[in-house]
């Protein structure tokens, strides 16, 4: 089944204490990206990959990391996790093209993550 | 700047009403995308629908139907015979061409209730 997999579905963590949420997609997708829901304000880039070793900071990126060491992989890395990244984060991937990422992605399922 | 407007936090209806979310967005690009997303209390998130801003035929899927109007700038989704599996949070996003990170900008969404 093709789909985007996100690892843990919930967290809960003190502040400081580094963490990493997994992404990874079987689809072939070059593209990959990292977003935030918050209430009100809906989902938010945090960062996205047009390819492996191929990053950039998208709306919303301070407090967070992400490498793309492998094409099927992004995972989002909070070295110090602070309260204000207590939050809903969802990861996308999408072919790459220039029309197909307009297509609109296939989204993981979501973790939910909360700082203390 | 780009910017998707939900105007209606929460609506609630109940059972076999129809509803309509409103969704106005603003874009300085002439080719753009739009999209609707339905997330239920489960938190993932379903695509619904996309269309591109050359296409401004209203389509129709079973109880669902949208409403595009560039005139307006708007991409109204409305559902008949409302269900109670119907309710979730619809989130609205748009799309750019010209943007060269491909995000989806959201709307804040709008929670709806459909009650038996």
């Known amino acids: 089944e093709a789909q985007v997999t996100q690892n843990p579905r919930y967290l809960i963590t003190v502040t400081g204490k580094k963490l990493t949420v997994t992404c990874s997609q079987n689809?072939?997708?070059?593209?990959m990206s990292w977003y935030r829901q918050d209430p009100g304000l809906g989902l938010r880039q945090i960062y996205y990959?047009?390819?492996?070793?191929?990053?950039d900071k998208g709306d919303v990126p301070e407090g967070y990391k992400v490498s793309r060491k492998e094409k099927r992989n992004f995972p989002l890395i909070l070295e110090s996790p602070s309260p204000n990244q207590t939050s809903l984060y969802f990861c996308?991937?999408?072919?790459?093209?220039?029309?197909?990422?307009?297509?609109?992605?296939?989204f993981g399922s979501g973790t939910r993550l909360t700082v203390v | 700047a780009q910017k998707v407007t939900q105007a209606q936090t929460e609506i609630s209806v109940v059972e076999k009403e129809d509803v309509t979310l409103d969704c106005v967005y603003e874009?300085?690009?002439?080719?753009?995308?739009l999209f609707w997303y339905k997330q239920p209390p489960s938190g993932e998130l379903v695509f619904l629908i996309r269309?591109?801003?050359?296409?401004?035929q209203n389509e129709i899927s079973g109880r669902y139907s949208w409403n595009f109007q560039k005139s307006t700038s708007s991409f109204n989704f409305t559902i008949t015979a409302s269900q109670v599996v119907d309710s979730a949070v619809y989130f609205c996003?748009?799309?750019?061409?010209?943007?060269?990170?491909?995000?989806?900008?959201f709307g804040s969404g709008t929670r709806l209730l459909v009650r038996p």
């Open positions: 996003a748009l799309s750019e061409h010209e943007d060269s990170s491909y995000k989806l900008i």
């Open positions: 996308a991937s999408s072919p790459r093209d220039r029309f197909s990422p307009h297509n609109g992605y296939t």
């Open positions: 269309r591109n801003s050359f296409d401004e």
């Open positions: 874009t300085r690009d002439t080719t753009y995308y």
């Open positions: 689809m072939n997708h070059e593209y």
């Open positions: 990959s047009m390819n492996v070793e191929v990053t």
